[in-house]
């Protein structure tokens, strides 16, 4: 098997790959957030710490390495930590299983050892200027090229159909490799084992260099700083999304409605006010915690100041203050709770296989539907109704 292993920097460009679906429809965002440096976070450093136990297990996979080294290896990864707390959990080698029993599959599917490559540095400037990134792993095989991307957040299933970031990787390897290899399909897969969601796309390499000479233009007002700013819900991870003057002018232009005549307003209007403020507790979050931020730095922030919030009781030392509490005829009973585990964390602690053989099975679980919720139009669940059906109206009889 033909593999290049190479442990990416993970440095950014001014148009990343993972932020592309920002700056294709914001092309101004991309040099107004080049002024605010990158701000990691427990949830970031746990990720990143995931996808290095991830490549260890495909290095193993991939090349010899020998027990003792990759105990080694994982070992010396478990004691990583971030403001000193600890980032490793035991779950993480079952969901990086996940992710290393996929890549498997694929290179398995082929009759000869395919090309494979990890945290590959791919470069795309061809369609997006100084573009870069690193791709967790790639792999050609015969007329066919896979581009894959392990997620180990919980947030939200993220789609691979038409994904921005995976095609702008795509184009840097056909880039890299196309003279090398007939590549005529692409597939591109997004894993999110934490989720459960692998999500899977693929289209002809026609279409993906078609799609590449489209953006192009994009690209190049993006790496000027031209263009008009575009509120949306790209704006989540962007740098400035506290303050934006457009995505503020979006949720203030909501007192526009406050001109309408009747006394009661439409459900058309109910949707368009919606639509402009579904995100609008994210921006006041946002504004908050700037003002904070600034607050605490010694800057004025009109009407509002940082404050010593309400803090918190612990023991000193638990096992002392219990034995002192039961000397004094405290009895034990009443310094614990017995409380049964819920059905998510049984599953966790037995694991999905024994769950499922042991409860889902013999029908000891079940599954509810969950409480309506009100969703975008372009969500892809099924929308549903309590309306009456007609034959409730006529009878069945």
């Not at 190479?6 to 957030?33: I, Q, V, Y």
Request: glycine share 6%; net charge negative; hydrophobic share 35%.
């Amino acid at each position: 098997m033909t593999n290049d292993i190479s442990h990416g920097d993970r440095a950014h460009a001014l148009l990343s790959a993972s932020s592309a679906k920002r700056w294709l429809a914001c092309t101004p965002s991309a040099r107004l957030g080049e002024q605010f440096e990158d701000k990691l976070s427990f949830y970031s450093e746990e990720g990143t710490l995931a996808h290095e136990i991830a490549e260890l297990k495909l290095r193993k996979y991939m090349e010899p390495m020998s027990k003792g080294e990759y105990t080694k290896q994982l070992n010396k990864l478990k004691k990583t930590t971030y403001n000193d707390q600890e980032l490793y959990q035991k779950e993480m080698l079952k969901h990086t299983d996940t992710y290393l029993d996929y890549i498997k599959k694929i290179t398995m599917s082929f009759d000869s050892n395919p090309y494979v490559a990890i945290e590959k540095r791919i470069n795309y400037s061809s369609y997006a200027p100084e573009g870069f990134g690193t791709v967790d792993c790639l792999i050609i095989g015969g007329d066919k090229l896979y581009v894959t991307d392990f997620k180990y957040g919980k947030g939200l299933p993220v789609s691979a159909e038409e994904n921005e970031q995976m095609k702008l990787y795509a184009l840097g390897a056909v880039t890299e490799y196309g003279f090398l290899y007939p590549i005529k399909e692409v597939h591109l897969a997004i894993i999110q084992p934490r989720l459960d969601s692998i999500s899977e796309f693929s289209l002809p390499v026609e279409d993906l260099l078609a799609w590449g000479e489209e953006i192009k233009p994009t690209a190049e007002k993006a790496f000027k700083g031209e263009g008009e700013f575009v509120p949306g819900e790209h704006c989540k991870f962007c740098k400035v999304k506290a303050t934006c003057r457009a995505r503020a002018d979006e949720f203030t232009a909501l007192e526009d409605f406050g001109l309408m005549k009747p006394p009661l307003i439409s459900n058309e209007e109910v949707g368009k006010i919606l639509e402009k403020a579904q995100h609008l507790d994210s921006w006041v979050k946002a504004l908050k915690d700037h003002a904070l931020s600034e607050s605490l730095k010694g800057n004025e922030v009109a009407g509002w100041k940082a404050v010593e919030g309400r803090g918190s009781r612990n023991f000193v030392n638990q096992d002392a203050a219990f034995e002192h509490l039961k000397a004094n005829d405290i009895d034990e009973s009443l310094l614990f709770d017995r409380v049964p585990l819920t059905v998510p964390k049984i599953e966790k602690q037995l694991g999905k296989k024994e769950f499922r053989t042991l409860l889902e099975e013999p029908g000891h679980v079940q599954k509810t539907t969950g409480k309506p919720t009100l969703a975008p139009i372009s969500d892809k669940r099924k929308a549903v109704t309590n309306a009456p059906d007609a034959s409730d109206d006529f009878g069945t009889g």
